[in-house]
């Protein structure tokens, strides 16, 4: 190898050994008679030191042409150092240099190469390759890989195999659109890729593989929100003969071990709460349980007192922020702009304040005397100090729009502190759901998806009232996995495809070689999915998934980088029986 | 879980418990009042017992009622066997049942699920998933697996990192036709999929990530011969701050590691030889080195006996085949009749006969008398009982015939044992290749290669003879992987393209990115892939990739299976701006 030692290597141990190193110059001081050069690489920086009178003049002449990272090869002998810098493991040495081979010059690059760089987003997407050079974008990778590798142990200890299911599939109209690829040799017919592999890996159950796993990418061709990307990659798995609980414990054994494994970890218990739960406590099918601050249903309490929000109201539904009986009226009127921006969609915010004396303070004593506040104040667990916050109107309105103004006061507070982690299993999740444009039942995970049994019944009379036998791990309030107990035989897949407005011929179509596999022994099924760029970024304590991705596209798709995607020649789209419409 | 253990796992120490076993019905001996079961999962096969009069009646008749392929759970005791099987590992044991549940009936299969099965390729690909039941192909599926977990292992012992690079990229003419998306938010516009990683990983050692792997799908859209996939998985890896010789030492400890850990081979160290003397010694750059019957060339003692077929010859050049002598007329006419094949091309062959009284024999007895027979005797080291087989002609077309019938004779002989290994290093290959049909310089790995140092003043006068910084692995005559010491530096690479042909503004358009990148700082680096299917394959001692790859595509690039590529909508087509061409 040309260096003998990396960068982030040598300690005092090291002491008159002649080393060679390689790397970038992160920074280079010039003391006049001393010189220091800091040298870079992926595992630390090393100080480098010349000095005027005793390193050959040559050898100066060459360190101070260094620029801002340059790749050098450094020859030199280990020393202790005067001033150690305790911040970095190799704080103690620096290396005497006794040559200096340029390897590559740079030009000033276009933004600082430090943990905190004055590159804008699109700077830094443009030139990923130096963004990819500081110190957080580098960690953010090594956390993904090591990630990775740990998902693979815990799974390989388990006797899951990994199977490498196909990229270019069949396009099919269900769930989110296609990305799809022109066949030259098939003119006219189109692949597509992946949205995940699903139907794969539920025929290989069939083909007896009963425990499978893959770390793969998937394709959406989605409008891209604020961090989605139209390719990301799950952690995807299955297994036959098992039961949903032998799935839940796997998989958040997968979780436990990971954080274990590259956090430090111990997670506690995952607990699990059925969907209605969610919705009813939580406002959200994936709430942060980071804290508590539950929903209290205050109906009883607030109605039949002359005010009519709360008489008209389906529920009257309220939280309890601890210890913010303080709140300025400034600070309430922002919570209650908030709750009516249209994304929340709330009508108004009743609060009551418990006063440290006992007494209450509320935007509704017209309506309520002290006895009947302390009602509510009892019904919420709310003590002197706390401030009871409460919305009414529609059922499945007003507790999403709670359930946002619960996570915006949690934010103020400080209560979702990126360094603990709470995760949920939220599990018996409707099997399906209404499409207010289409006028259609839609699979609310996926056609595939099994009802549970004694709720099958109910899928002539009460569609929506029909429960899955599916689940999401939830992970400080972000879903990062779902999955569900699979249906494994024909007859109910052709019920589900029916129910799901699929005529036989087109459920044929599409989905003929899985129904077929039905029909020759397939084993009771199930999996689960979890998106590993979010799981990484939460792992990694970041907002973004951008970070942990190498070399990501931007909201509209493109690859600013490389500047793609990009006209094609004439010749291609011929080869290809295609044609731009203009 | 549903199974207290798999159909693999029961052995005397088991016996008098209690257990439950899932799988499939392999087959049903009744003998009337004796009635067994074979029982088959992914771990192995179990045999069940029930016996008339004391199995319950309805027990007896649900076993009765199974067919192959049943998906049952059954209950049991674990009882030594009365005779043993022992080629089974569970084969001292039975399971006394005492319940079936039928978890799926099954249809009879199309062909039968044994090693070795009644189904044609059409079918067991259209039903590949009951294909994939079979032994030998997940047998090759579990290779492939332990494969890539230890390739993993290897490379992170090392300090390699794996990244994820994009699958939706850009298109570039160079190099083989890329298969192209469609993108809807950018009208007109397409990605391509990545032929490989290569400009990608270039970028990474840019970024400073100094070891790079990724084990990821290609896609090429080639017409296929046999045994091509238009998506292929590769071993993608790239080194910075190293020479050609460390990565061949590190990647030849990964190929001794997979040799070891997943054979239990002690791999040979693996020897080096130039493309030169590959092409002199064996007549093709991925010489079978598994036996030895290198070439010798003859001239000086084939030419001027008036022989006008050796005299005209550029090349006089011959094997002999240890103790073939003995091969009868219609054996060496059989011979000719190979290389005289239009894919072979040579124009007929000579041989001398070594007999076993130590006299010769050959079809050119009428110009070389016993004396000069000895020389070429001497010359190719044949002993008594030895053939020698001649060729003569213009020396690339000469030495590419004999390579052939050198694979020829030593399959005839036995000599290309699939349990026996030889791996081979082939270095410094040219880096150009002419192209007969464009008539233009080609780069013969791709157009980052770097050329030798010394022999860069050669591009202008000579660019044929112009050796690259490349070589390839491989492993019992077939190309396993390839790589090259990268250029690194504008100019030379800016060089390059010229070249190869490019307008400076077709090189900035299509890999300006890369270009840019080698002004800040670019490291001296190189790598290699290996192409995992083929590498799986041949150490699963298979001829074909396809049992080493879950869902192949046929010849077509059509999986029969999901029936995929497929027409897609009209609606479909139009959000992504383009039309079917009639």
Chains 1, 2 share one sequence.
Request: hydrophobic share 35%.
């Amino acid at each position: 190898m040309v260096r003998t030692h990396t960068c982030g290597e040598l300690r005092l141990s090291h002491i008159n050994k002649q080393v060679t190193l390689t790397g970038w110059v992160q920074r280079l001081r010039d003391k006049g008679s001393l010189l220091w050069i800091d040298l870079r690489d992926r595992y630390g920086i090393t100080q480098l030191f010349l000095e005027e009178g005793i390193s050959d003049a040559a050898l100066l002449q060459t360190a101070r042409s260094l620029g801002r990272e340059f790749v050098v090869k450094v020859e030199g002998i280990v020393a202790a150092r005067l001033s150690k810098n305790d911040k970095i493991p190799t704080g103690e040495i620096e290396v005497k240099v006794s040559s200096i081979e340029i390897l590559n010059a740079s030009k000033t690059p276009p933004f600082t190469i430090e943990d905190e760089t004055d590159g804008g987003d699109d700077l830094r997407m443009k030139y990923r390759y130096l963004d990819l050079r500081r110190n957080p974008v580098r960690e953010s990778l090594q956390l993904r890989h090591k990630m990775a590798q740990q998902t693979r142990a815990y799974l390989d200890g388990l006797n899951f195999i990994e199977v490498e299911t196909p990229v270019l599939i069949k396009s099919t109209p269900e769930g989110a659109r296609d990305f799809v690829v022109p066949s030259r040799m098939n003119p006219g017919e189109f692949y597509a890729l992946p949205q995940s592999p699903q139907t794969f890996k539920q025929l290989l159950m069939v083909s007896g593989f009963d425990r499978y796993y893959q770390i793969v990418k998937c394709f959406r061709d989605e409008d891209l929100r604020a961090d989605r990307q139209p390719e990301f990659t799950q952690i995807d798995c299955e297994m036959a003969f098992v039961t949903q609980d032998d799935i839940l414990s796997t998989f958040e054994g997968l979780i436990r071990h990971l954080f274990k494994t590259v956090k430090g970890i111990d997670l506690k218990e995952v607990p699990h709460m059925s969907y209605a739960d969610a919705m009813k406590y939580y406002g959200s099918d994936k709430p942060d349980t980071r804290f508590d601050m539950k929903f209290e249903e205050l109906n009883k309490v607030a109605q039949g007192k002359g005010f009519m929000v709360f008489d008209d109201a389906a529920l009257v539904v309220g939280i309890c922020a601890k210890g913010c009986a303080g709140y300025t009226r400034k600070q309430i009127d922002e919570l209650t702009e908030f709750v009516k921006k249209p994304q929340i969609g709330a009508k108004g915010l009743v609060y009551i304040r418990c006063e440290s004396n006992g007494t209450y303070k509320s935007s509704v004593d017209k309506f309520f005397d002290e006895i009947e506040l302390a009602r509510f104040a009892q019904q919420c667990n709310a003590e002197a100090g706390d401030l009871i916050l409460i919305l009414a109107g529609d059922q499945d309105k007003t507790r999403k729009a709670l359930g946002e103004l619960r996570l915006h006061v949690a934010s103020q507070l400080g209560l979702r502190d990126k360094n603990k982690f709470a995760a949920l299993w939220v599990r018996d999740f409707p099997l399906l759901e209404w499409d207010e444009e289409t006028k259609k039942w839609n699979a609310m995970h996926h056609p595939f998806t099994s009802p549970k049994p004694e709720d099958i019944p109910l899928l002539k009379t009460s569609p929506g009232d029909v429960r899955a036998n599916a689940y999401d791990m939830v992970l400080n309030g972000t879903e990062i996995g779902g999955g569900s107990i699979r249906i494994h035989d024909r007859t109910t897949q052709q019920q589900m495809f029916t129910h799901l407005g699929f005529t036989d011929e087109e459920a044929k179509k599409q989905f003929g070689f899985l129904m077929d596999a039905f029909e020759y022994g397939a084993p009771p099924h199930g999996g689960i999915a979890f998106g590993f760029d979010r799981l990484c970024s939460l792992f990694g304590g970041a907002d973004s998934i951008r970070d942990f991705i190498a070399f990501p596209k931007n909201n509209a798709g493109r690859d600013v980088m490389i500047d793609s995607p990009s006209a094609i020649s004439e010749a291609q789209l011929k080869e290809l029986s295609i044609e731009v419409k203009k």
